[in-house]
Structure formats: structure tokens, C-alpha cells
């Protein structure tokens, strides 16, 4: 077949219901669930699928106390005969969360799992199991591929809101039944404390679910670990999370806004007692890691890297990115010479070599940031680049030497099929960069798309560079800075490649899954 056709809202949630059927919400605004102390584990947290491959796949969990994981997997929801993995033993080393790694599963199936979590003293107590489905990738080209994409989760100071439904955007992505989700970074506000209430501009109040850990800046692991149980707390999330893959990465909320390696806070900003920005990246990145399944790097690899390519069948390879570990200190962009840019030498180098090795269909790459939209940082008290371009339509300086290098060498390597893909704007887009109105123009035509945020204030649209010739075919932003979730514009991404043609089309969505930009992009073909 070419492609599936999109379920009914209700066979798409009919099983990620289930999923999240013993889960406990808060009994009140500023209170976090209460755990039943039956004493029997409970993981009221949800489950979790991620970096799905055509036979193996990540199942997460978080327990309320000690417990051994167990995941059970089938072919049908009635689990009988059912496949039992062991996991880790949950404690307080990880926050109690652990993943559980499937392998040796068909090929283009959905599978269902369901998660125990057992009384280490005594295996015969288990809690009461939490259920999930995913797809593997598929092995045929036919199977086609559908996945959605976004970014930017409960930013500015806009959280859980229950009198909105709090992260309604997650159903609406559950809807269109994919394959997976890419998760475009910024995968929480670190640096955004969550207040009870924010003033709205038409007088009305807007309400958020708080807790201790949102009430300030991130700082210690247990605050960063905090921020993520926050989003959890939202049951559309929770769904989305029993039903939909991720594929995750991070940029710099995650942290601190706009941090490069080895940046040090100013001592005026009262709100962080620890200065050193890569003392705060550590420790988030070890509850990014705790909190999402993912990929563990391969032998020799670098500890903790969030960078990675996932092989999703014959028509499709996604590259994840990390823009933001690797750079150099953020800048006026201006160097003539800039080995480090924003990818590090020993990624991009990486990504070259994964690129010239992929025969898939279509090539993504997942960036975290934008290439040719300006994105100023003022956090340092001057203006400097916070993603590749600096604003200066012409020749490349600084980060952008680093990105006209790859893009000479997909070129000159004839890889075709790249689409890039990110966040980080809040706002859409879609920008189309060619030669032929580029200050550089050794380069095939490529096309970007801008999606998010999914929970966050919106901003109006940044100015373009002119050095890769882009031109935005397509935008929809506000006007006004920091527009609230309740104001509109928030956005997700659609991808869906056609099985029989390979035809990619890219929707551009909002909150409610209203489409407001189409493109379609045929297989192997240049200058589109």
C-alpha cells in the first residue's frame, strides 16, 4: 500500500486510554500526584517508547519507590503467550526511571507492551501494569512512513493550564496515528519558573499547575530532574507518550538560555548560586538521559551524546543534531576562520560520514536550530549569534563556514534527499534556500521547516541571511512577543512519505491539527 490511511480520533486514543487509565492526577494546583502507598510500586508516571528501529525499540517507566522492571510484549492487547524482558532495578540512583531495551521484534508491527513493576524483596508484588503500543519501522518501502515533529514545552512561564485541557497539541498529533515524534528540543524550560497565575493582555488570568521544583531556575540535579516529572504531569502528554515513539533531542532550555560550553553566569543574575554553565549542562544532561529512552552511544563513543542517526526503513534515515554541546562560545558571528562553529569537528565529520552511507529515500535532519534565521543572543549584554547566521547576506563567517562546508559536501557527494528540520522560533515556516540567490552558491537547493512551540509563549517571525539564498514561501507568527498558548500559535510538523511514489509531503499544522502550508517533494530530484 501506499500509506495508511488516518483512524478515526477514537481507534487512535482507544489504546493509549488504557495506557494511562491508572494514572493520578493532581488532586489541586500546586500539588504534585499523590502515590498510592499500597505497597506495591506504582508508575504513575506514565510509559514511554523511543528510538524505534525496524526490531528493536526503548520502553521507559518511573516507579514511586524500589522495583524491578519487567515489560511483557504481544502481538494483540489480550497479551497471551506474551514475551517478558527483564529490566533494571529502579532506585533512587536514576530517580527511580529506567529503560528497558526490546530487540529482535518484526518488522513494520505494532506491538503492545505493558510494563510491571516488582517488589524487589519480593517479585510476586507487582503493581498494577501500565500499558502502551508503538509500530516497529518498516522493512518495505510500500509501508510508507508518517511522523510529526515540534518543539518548545511550557516556556515563558506557561505551564499546565487545566482550564484549557493543559497540552491539548499532543492529541492532536495522536490523531494523525505516526510513527513517531521528533522532538525538537527545548524539551523543557529549565531556566522558566512556573508561577500559580500570569495576567493575560485582555485582563483574564491564566492558571498553571506549579511545583517546587518549577518555582525557580534549575540548579541542582533534583531540580532538573523535577522539571521533567512537570510535564508528565499532563495527562495528553502521558497519552501521547503510550501510543507515540520519540525521538528526542535538546538545545539549550534543557539548561539555560543560550548557553554555549565553558560560558560563565554573571554575578549580577541573582537567581543562580552556581556560575559555571558546564556544571548545570552535566546535571541536566544526566535527567534529559533519565527521563527520555534513548540510545546509548556506541563503544568509544563519546559518554552521554545526544547526536545519532535513526534508520527508519528503506525511505527514510533521520540525523539527530546537537547544536548545542559542541559550539563555541556564541559570538558576533564575524570569523573568517571558525573550526569549532556549531557542531564540533568531530560531529560534523559524523554526520558527513553517516550522510554519504545512508541509501535511504530521504535523508532528515533533525537541527535544533534554524540555519538561515537570524536568532540574536543579548543574554551577555551584547548582540551575538545564537544559531548560524549572523545576518550578513554575505560570503559565510563564523558558524555558517561550518554548515557551507556540509552543505559542498552533500553536494559534491550527489546525496539527495535532504529535508532539515526544527524548532526553536516559535513560530512556522518554510524556507526555501537556492543557489542562485546566494552570496555562497556551491550547494544544491534544499528546503527547511520551522515547527513549534508546542506549549509556550509565540514570537513574531526573525529575519532571514541571505549567505544560502533562503526565501520563506510560507509563515505564520504573531505580531506581539510572548503570545500565550490561549492566544493561538502553536504549531506542529507533519511528514508523510508516500510508500508507492516516495513522494515526501510536509504539512505545517496548528494546535487543533488544521493544516495551513502543504509541500510535496518528489524522490532524487534537485531544485525543487
Known amino acids: 500500500m501506499s500509506h495508511r490511511p488516518l483512524p478515526g480520533r477514537r481507534a487512535v486514543l482507544r489504546g493509549s486510554l488504557a495506557a494511562s487509565a491508572a494514572l493520578t492526577l493532581p488532586t489541586a494546583l500546586g ?28 520502553v521507559w517507566v518511573r516507579s514511586d519507590r524500589p522495583a524491578r522492571m519487567i515489560v511483557e510484549t504481544s502481538a494483540t492487547e489480550s497479551f497471551r503467550r506474551p514475551h517478558r524482558w527483564h529490566g533494571p532495578l529502579l532506585g533512587a540512583g536514576t530517580d527511580f526511571t529506567g529503560t528497558t531495551r526490546l530487540h529482535g521484534l518484526p518488522p513494520g508491527e505494532r506491538i503492545h507492551y505493558r510494563v510491571l513493576l516488582a517488589d524487589p524483596d519480593d517479585p510476586r508484588r507487582t503493581g498494577e501494569p501500565v500499558t502502551g503500543t508503538f509500530r516497529t519501522a518498516a522493512a518495505r518501502r510500500r509501508d510508507g512512513v508518517r511522523f510529526v515533529w515540534s518543539g518548545d514545552l511550557a516556556g515563558q512561564g506557561w505551564g499546565i ?7 491539548r497539541i499532543f492529541d492532536a498529533m495522536a490523531r494523525l496515528d505516526p510513527d513517531f515524534f521528533l522532538f525538537s528540543g527545548d524539551t523543557i524550560y529549565a531556566d522558566g519558573p512556573i508561577a500559580a497565575t ?10 498553571n499547575i506549579t511545583t517546587e521544583e518549577k518555582s525557580k531556575v534549575a540548579e541542582t540535579l533534583a531540580e532538573f530532574r523535577g ?41 549580577t543574575d541573582a537567581r543562580y548560586t552556581e556560575k ?19 540510545s546509548a552511544p556506541r563503544p568509544g563513543a563519546r559518554e552521554g551524546r545526544v547526536y545519532r542517526v535513526l534508520r527508519q526503513g528503506p525511505l ?11 559550539r563555541g562560545a556564541n559570538s558576533p558571528g564575524d570569523q573568517a576562520v571558525d573550526p569549532q562553529g556549531i557542531l564540533g569537528r568531530e560531529q560534523l565529520d559524523w554526520l558527513e560520514r553517516e550522510l554519504a552511507r545512508s541509501r535511504a529515500v530521504w535523508k532528515v535532519i533533525a537541527a535544533d536550530m534554524p540555519i538561515g534565521l537570524v536568532v540574536p543572543d543579548t543574554t551577555e549584554g551584547r548582540q551575538n549569534v545564537e544559531a548560524v547566521a549572523q545576518g550578513d547576506p554575505g560570503a559565510p563567517l563564523g558558524r555558517e563556514l561550518q554548515i557551507a562546508e556540509l552543505l559542498r559536501f552533500v553536494k559534491h557527494r550527489r546525496i539527495t534527499g535532504t529535508v532539515w528540520l526544527t524548532a526553536d522560533v516559535h513560530h512556522t515556516s518554510a524556507q ?51 503570545v500565550s498558548p490561549a492566544g493561538g500559535h502553536q504549531y506542529f510538523g507533519e511528514v508523510d512519505i508516500d510508500g508507492d511514489s516516495g513522494v515526501l509531503t510536509v504539512r505545517l499544522r496548528e494546535q487543533d491539527g488544521t493544516v495551513l502550508y502543504t509541500k510535496r517533494l518528489q524522490p532524487g530530484l534537485v531544485g525543487q
Open 161 to 167: 493550564n487545566p482550564d484549557l485541557g493543559g497540552y
Open 276 to 294: 559555571s554553565v558546564d556544571v548545570l549542562a552535566a546535571r541536566a544532561r544526566r535527567a534529559f538521559g533519565e527521563y527520555f529512552p534513548m
Open 316 to 326: 527514510l534515515d533521520v540525523f539527530v543534531l546537537d547544536m548545542r554541546t559542541y
Open 432 to 482: 526555501h534556500y537556492q543557489p542562485s540567490r546566494a552570496a555562497f552558491g556551491d550547494f544544491e537547493p534544499f528546503w527547511e521547516f520551522v515547527s513549534g512551540p508546542l506549549n509556550a509563549g509565540a514570537f513574531p517571525a526573525v529575519a532571514l541571511d541571505g549567505t544560502f539564498g533562503p526565501e520563506r514561501v510560507f509563515v505564520k507568527a504573531p505580531t506581539a512577543s510572548n
Open 227 to 267: 522539571n521533567f516529572r512537570y510535564n508528565l504531569l499532563d495527562e495528553n502528554l502521558r497519552r501521547f507518550n503510550a501510543r507515540v515513539p520519540s525521538v528526542v533531542q535538546w538545545d539549550d532550555h534543557e539548561v539555560r538560555n543560550n548557553w554555549y560550553p565553558g560560558q560563565r553566569i554573571a554575578d
Open 198 to 207: 500570569a495576567a493575560l493582555p485582555d485582563g483574564g488570568t491564566w492558571r
Open 31 to 58: 500539588a504534585a500526584p499523590a502515590f498510592a502507598r499500597s505497597g506495591r510500586p506504582q508508575a504513575a508516571w506514565g510509559v514511554q517508547t523511543g528510538d524505534v528501529t525496524r526490531d528493536s525499540g526503548l
